[in-house]
């Protein structure tokens, strides 16, 4: 479009423009390279360009603003929508029709608005709105003065003129007016994009506080709530609203630089989109761009500049090598952090140029200001455009402004594409020559003629910093090319060999001493170099060709070292060095130079020291007017690194000094207040008495120590009322407060004490009442405790969870009040009907829903009880008589009647039974004992199919058939039971291998040993002469003594008559075995009854179902609200103390066994006769396996119990083991007897 319009005015040929169209030249690089165009001749090309484009542009954004001037007068009722749509239509077909008109221009000649109305609309319209006269960018948040966000330029008031506004940027790319229209349409209906609130969450992360915004993107400071780290997030501030190539731009910016790792390079963590802001996750940094340091300081110093310009060739050159150009290098993506460091960031426009140059080739992007020429005319891109760029940074850095400057972004341009920058020296005098001379090496117009990479500046920079010149030869070398290079070389060589042979000293010797004493000026002794050149000189005398050659390479360097020294402002030192060559080149042809430099050095110091002292008068009158300690001393740090070196450095270090103390002390009493707002009155008493040590003369220090001073004293007083509070005398406690609060009313402190102290009280008020039962009571506390802790600035969420919680409970409470009631109720009509059990189970339930009872409840307990009780005996006692006829042996007649005495030992029939029980003794022969354990045991049919009854402690038992069957498991099943439950494979490792074991046929108890069933046992050993007669052969001494009475025997939570016994350890449980005539079962027995033959998962199949078995997922899902609730009940409340989780026989039907066995999986865990063994499995043989061991320190205890997960219900699970002295709640047991 550019070379049409060049060609419209004359300005470029038809056959250049032919030409250029064939070979796809760039529209610059004809009109400057072929056309052979001026500048001014260019900008008036561009501009008419411009104006061109422009005029399109404004109207579409008349359009625009006409679209959003209708909605407002619609808003505001002045006409309505239907006159605004037609308002509209007329105005777009006197458009097409070539009017310029607008639209309050027509619904004022129509006479449906007042002129001033309308004046009111447009300039409510307008008054946000700001735009830049360099790239014709608009802004509705940004006023006059503001920068730019798209080119950095200062933004101006839109202007007044209702012809020439221009409401928005449209894409001029395409000449389609009727796509701009959709565009601008599009863009006036859009509502405007709102960045995420401060405070929300994005990404995961907590945005903390907007740091900045342009007309881009939005910055904010965020921190991750996980670990506390803190992040700096760019969102981009379209958001949702994004163009496809802008979102592509936008995640290809961060993916160019999220791989490099480098200390200059600001880190990329995460590119993404969430809930259409796109945005960023970058390192987060503390500092300042190089832009705000210079706007703010002035230029920075030529030494500050050249470290700043070696940091970044460092960070450059690293993302050179990984394959990344910047390409938008400026000073507002160089970051200065607080410990000086350097951090390069945005690489916006960043391109991999390992991976694609064509991708390149003809882009321009970038901040017209510091664009590489090439970039201008979109040509190809590599190392040294950011060379390019960075040389324009430092300059900008030195001179205090951009090096191109111009009144719109096309004159930049073309003055860069035409000119030289104007020279560094004349913009800052003060940069040393050969710093100015690395910038404008990089700033050349030519690729070719510039640094080639990063590695070049950084060498160049080295030599600046070591006072030297970098090598020249290699640089003619790659200018012109090795083979001249070598051809130069080899003549020099042949010159200088027969230099030699016509000018060889006469003695070798001599010129070994010259060329070491030239040798120390190489570390700086130029005094040792001197002397020793001298001496050489009248030993030898001054026409020695080497000895001249040694004068003049010492007064060369003398110079270049005085300059170097001069440049970096050490005067004294250069002089020092001229001072210390003089004698020895005194009568040469070198001595003019000497003085002649020490002159002008002499004259450099002087005006140096002029300026310093100037600058130094006018701090004083800015350090008086400076806001405190801090700001002084960034300001005279400002001067001692501008001017060092100076008569007046030692008072600026003794006020650096001062300035330091005071900023120590303003640190620690930062700290003192610090200690009082949490409460810390030693420490805080200890700092302050540290701070007032230190002598000082800063006012604003003395007075924060009297502030100081006064907010300890009101603090100390505070926490002798907050104690009294604390000790219980909380009358005493809040009259102080009270007093505090009257006397010191304008400070907030007392208020907040006296708020703490009642919440403490509250709090206090509300546990009372809990422990009491006072649900109400405690809840109108914590009210109040929530109340008062907001006034004190403490946090509620604790409070408020626990008002959740109590509320909770208060609900349920009255629910199972109401359900109580209503149980007790059915429970008077049972009783009432004659059916007693029925009765009894109603009252029952009544009381276990709130844990406790009431006389009247007790009182129908009892009343149920006798009368189920009367009824159960009768029936019982004839089942007796039956039994006892039909059974002849003593034994089984005793086992009968100890069976009745059991259930019913103060009934009525009790007298008559123990008559028939003494006389079953009798016929036993007066023993008072039932069977040893060798002594044969009565097995009778039981009421169910495949059932029995055995005759000496009543349990029914169950066959399992011999033979083959399958245990352990596979490493496969260990896997996936790791990965389901989250747990480390190894722990499982216990099951394996699995294995095919056969095991003879046995008997095995149904249920667990119940209470009623522990009873009889203990009734036995009463009446046994002998009462270890039972025992293990090792059971432990202490043990005897102990005796076989459970540990919870005497605790009506656990000693119900129909709950399984616990609290017994292996030696009760052989016991009791061994005098029912049975046995523990092996490991492998259990396993054969609790998995069968089929190999199934869990005791009642495949499927884990939470009320399948007694155990604590069934308990988590009855009980409580949820698994966090169940936690925070078994782990914090202690759940025995509210319930006892253990189940009696009938309860959860679904939890049988193949074999008919109940509650293998939950209830109570079960001993085992095996000694623990971890690698059991892989030990023992296959036919009954068994490891018998009397010395083991733990045995197998098999099956979860209410304590345990789902985890150790499965059939195969070997994760508990105990001690055999172990007596928990968690562990009971069941016994097995041979089949034989």
């Known amino acids: 479009m550019i070379l049409e319009a060049g060609a419209d005015i004359g300005l470029v040929s038809p056959d250049v423009l032919a030409s250029c169209r064939t070979a796809g030249v760039r529209a610059l690089q004809v009109l400057v390279e072929r056309a052979g165009l001026s500048e001014q001749d260019l900008q008036r090309l561009l501009e008419r360009f411009w104006a061109h484009n422009g005029e399109r542009r404004g109207l579409l954004h008349r359009e625009v603003e006409d679209r959003i001037i209708a909605e407002r007068l619609v808003a505001r009722g002045l006409i309505g929508s239907d006159q605004a749509q037609r308002a509209l239509e007329e105005l777009r077909e006197r458009g097409r029709a070539g009017e310029r008109v607008r639209l309050l221009s027509v619904l004022i000649d129509a006479g449906m608005l007042e002129e001033g109305p309308a004046r009111e609309v447009l300039e409510e319209v307008r008054s946000g709105w700001t735009f830049c006269r360099y790239c014709l960018s608009a802004f509705d948040d940004r006023a006059p003065g503001d920068r730019c966000g798209v080119c950095g330029r200062p933004v101006t008031q839109a202007a007044r003129s209702y012809e020439l506004v221009d409401l928005a940027t449209i894409d001029t790319s395409h000449h389609d007016l009727e796509e701009h229209r959709s565009v601008a349409e599009a863009l006036a209906s859009e509502p405007p994009y709102e960045p995420p609130p401060v405070g929300g969450m994005l990404g995961g992360f907590r945005l903390l506080e907007k740091v900045d915004a342009t007309g881009r993107a939005v910055l904010y400071r965020a ?68 832009r705000a340091v210079v706007e703010q300081g002035g230029a920075l110093d030529p030494q500050a500049a050249a470290e700043l310009l070696r940091k970044c060739a460092e960070a450059l050159g690293f993302a050179h090598g990984a394959g990344v150009l910047h390409k938008n290098l400026t000073p507002d993506n160089i970051l200065i952090t607080t410990e000086g460091g350097v951090k390069i960031g945005d690489f916006g426009i960043a391109k991999d140029y390992g991976v694609s140059m064509d991708s390149v080739q003809g882009s321009l992007i970038g901040s017209p200001d510091f664009l590489a020429p090439e970039q201008c005319q979109g040509e190809k891109s590599d190392e040294r455009t950011d060379v390019f760029s960075l040389g324009a940074v430092t300059y900008y850095a030195l001179a205090g402004k951009p090096p191109y400057e111009g009144e719109s972004a096309i004159a930049i341009v073309v003055r860069r594409l035409t000119h030289d920058p104007e020279p560094l020296r004349k913009v800052a005098p003060r940069v040393p020559r050969a710093l100015a001379t690395i910038v404008e090496r990089m700033m050349a117009r030519r690729p070719g003629d510039r640094l080639p990479t990063m590695a070049a500046v950084i060498e160049h920079v080295d030599a600046f910093f070591e006072g030297r010149r970098p090598g020249r030869v290699a640089a003619w070398l790659r200018r012109f090319g090795l083979p001249v290079a070598g051809a130069a070389v080899l003549l020099a060589l042949l010159g200088g060999g027969l230099w030699w042979w016509t000018h060889r000293p006469t003695d070798p010797a001599v010129v070994r001493e010259i060329e070491q004493a030239v040798a120390w000026t190489d570390r700086g002794r130029f005094d040792e170099a001197a002397a020793r050149l001298r001496e050489l000189a009248l030993r030898h ?32 030192a250069a002089l020092r060095v001229l001072d210390q060559v003089r004698l020895a080149l005194d009568g040469t042809e070198h001595m003019a130079e000497i003085e002649r430099t020490a002159e002008r050095l002499r004259h450099d110091r002087a005006v140096y020291e002029a300026e310093a002292r100037s600058r130094w008068e006018a701090l004083q009158g800015e350090l008086a007017q400076a806001g405190g300690p801090r700001e002084r001393l960034e300001k005279v740090r400002a001067f001692r690194a501008r001017y060092p070196h100076q008569p007046l450095d030692a008072a600026a270090e003794l006020a650096e000094r001062r300035l330091q103390v005071a900023i120590e002390q303003l640190d620690l009493m930062d700290k003192v207040a610090a200690d009082i707002a949490a409460g810390r009155v030693e420490a805080a008493q200890e700092k302050l008495a540290r701070a ?49 609060r009257a006397r010191y009313a304008s400070r907030v402190e007392p208020r907040r004490a006296l708020a703490r102290a009642r919440y403490r009280i509250a709090v206090r008020e509300s546990e009372r009442a809990e422990k009491a039962g006072d649900l109400e009571g405690a809840l109108r506390q914590i009210g109040l405790a929530i109340r008062h802790a907001a006034a004190a600035g403490l946090e509620t969420v604790s409070l408020r969870a626990h008002q959740q919680e109590l509320e909770r409970a208060l609900g349920e409470r009255r629910k199972a009040e109401q359900r109580q009631r209503q149980l007790v109720k059915e429970g008077d009509v049972l009783l009432a009907r004659g059916k007693a059990r029925e009765a009894l189970e109603r009252f029952e339930r009544a009381k276990a829903l709130l844990g406790r009872s009431y006389p009247a409840l007790d009182d129908r307990i009892a009343r149920a009880r006798e009368a189920a009780g009367a009824v159960a005996e009768g029936r019982a006692f004839e089942r007796l008589e039956r039994e006892w006829k039909r059974a002849r042996a003593p034994s089984d007649r005793l086992a009968l009647a100890d069976d009745f005495l059991r259930r019913f030992p103060d009934g009525s029939y009790a007298a008559k039974v123990r008559t028939m029980r003494a006389q079953a003794v009798r016929d036993l022969g007066g023993q008072a004992r039932v069977a040893s354990a060798g002594d044969r045991v009565v097995l009778r049919p039981g009421t169910r199919r495949g059932e029995y009854i055995s005759v000496r402690d009543g349990s029914v038992m169950v066959k399992v058939a011999g033979g083959p069957f399958v245990r352990g498991s596979t490493p496969e099943e260990i896997a996936e039971v790791a990965r389901r439950w989250a747990i480390d494979p190894k722990k499982l490792e216990a099951e394996t291998p699995r294995r095919t074991v056969t095991l003879r046929p046995f ?30 052969p090792r059971e432990p001494s202490h043990k005897r003594e102990l005796g076989h009475e459970p540990k919870y025997w005497g605790d009506p939570q656990w000693s119900r008559a129909d709950l399984p016994v616990v609290g017994v350890d292996y030696w009760d449980a052989y016991a009791y075995a061994h005098w029912a005539g049975k046995r523990l079962p092996t490991e492998a027995e259990w396993e054969r009854a609790a998995r069968g033959v089929d190999g199934r998962r869990y005791p009642w199949g495949e499927v884990e179902g939470l009320y399948d078995s007694a155990g604590s997922e069934a308990w988590a899902g009855k009980l409580f609200a949820d698994r966090a609730s169940w936690k925070r009940g078994f782990f914090d409340r202690k759940p025995w103390k509210l319930q006892a ?78 001690a055999p002295g172990y007596r928990g709640l968690d562990v009971g047991f069941r016994c097995v007897r041979d089949a034989d």
């Open 1141 to 1218: 989780l253990t189940v009696s026989e009938l309860s959860f039907p679904r939890d049988r066994s193949p074999v008919g066995a109940r509650h293998m999986a939950g209830n109570v865990s079960e001993w085992c006769e095996d000694a623990y063994d971890p690698a059991a499995y892989r030990k023992l043989g296959t036919d009954n396996p068994v490891r018998i061991d009397p010395r083991a320190k733990a045995r197998v205890v098999r099956g979860g119990s209410w304590l345990d997960p789902m985890l150790y219900h499965r059939t195969t699970a070997r994760l508990k083991w105990r």
């Open 541 to 572: 005398g001054i026409a020695v060709p080497e000895l001249r050659e040694g004068f003049a390479t010492l007064a060369r360097r003398a110079r270049e070292r005085a300059e170097a020294l001069a440049e970096q402002h050490d005067f004294p």
């Open 692 to 740: 007032r040590a230190i002598e000082t003369e800063d006012a604003e220090v003395r007075r924060r120590l009297d502030e100081l001073d006064e907010q300890l004293a009101l603090a100390v007083q505070i926490r002798e009322a907050l104690d009294l509070v604390e000790q219980g005398d909380e009358r005493e406690g809040l009259e102080r407060l009270e007093r505090l």
């Open 1003 to 1032: 008997y095995i108890d149904v249920y667990e040993v119940t209470n009623a069933d522990y009873a009889l046992f203990l009734d036995a050993l009463g009446l046994e002469t002998d009462p270890h007669r039972w025992c293990h």
């Open 223 to 290: 921190e991750n709530p996980e670990d506390g780290s803190v992040r700096a997030i760019k969102v981009w501030r379209k958001g949702k609203h994004l163009k496809a190539a802008d979102v592509e731009r936008f995640q290809n910016a961060a993916l160019a630089s999220a791989h490099l790792e480098h200390e200059g390079i600001l880190k990329v963590f995460d590119a993404a989109e969430e809930g259409g802001h796109h945005y960023v996750v970058l390192e987060w940094v503390e500092g300042r761009s190089l």
